[in-house]
């Protein structure tokens, strides 16, 4: 069974960017689709958004992204992007990657098998 890992979460200023990476392990994420989620503080995990195997369509809760984040994903490197943008004391959260059986539905509210343990995102004002 695939292993999820996230990686590249930190401490920014507002205003700054970051890039988390999912990358698998004992598995191929290519033909999965790929979420990302967030967990802050007291809040209930949210959605941010999510690539389909092809690439395309890639979705994303634009209530919470507001244009400012990018998901791609890169096949020979068997990983998945988050480019976050333009980032806000409000992103801090635990950022999570999820994927998906293939030729499952794939939605931001639909369950999602797999999971990594997450990487912190912390934005100071």
């Known amino acids: 069974q695939v292993q999820l890992e996230e990686s590249g979460g930190g401490s920014v200023e507002a205003g700054g960017s970051l890039r988390l990476s999912c990358t698998a392990s004992m598995g191929t994420l290519n033909n999965m689709c790929v979420a990302w989620f967030r967990q802050a503080p007291g809040n209930e995990r949210e959605g941010v958004g999510l690539i389909h195997a092809g690439g395309r369509p890639i979705i994303y809760d634009i209530f919470v992204v507001e244009g400012r984040f990018t998901i791609s994903r890169d096949n020979a490197k068997n990983t998945v992007y988050l480019q976050m943008n333009d980032l806000r004391p409000e992103d801090t959260a635990v950022y999570y990657c999820?994927?998906?059986?293939?030729?499952?539905?794939?939605?931001?509210?639909?369950?999602?098998?797999?999971w990594g343990q997450g990487t912190q995102v912390i934005v100071s004002s």
């Open positions: 999820a994927a998906q059986e293939p030729g499952s539905p794939c939605g931001l509210r639909t369950p999602f098998p797999t």
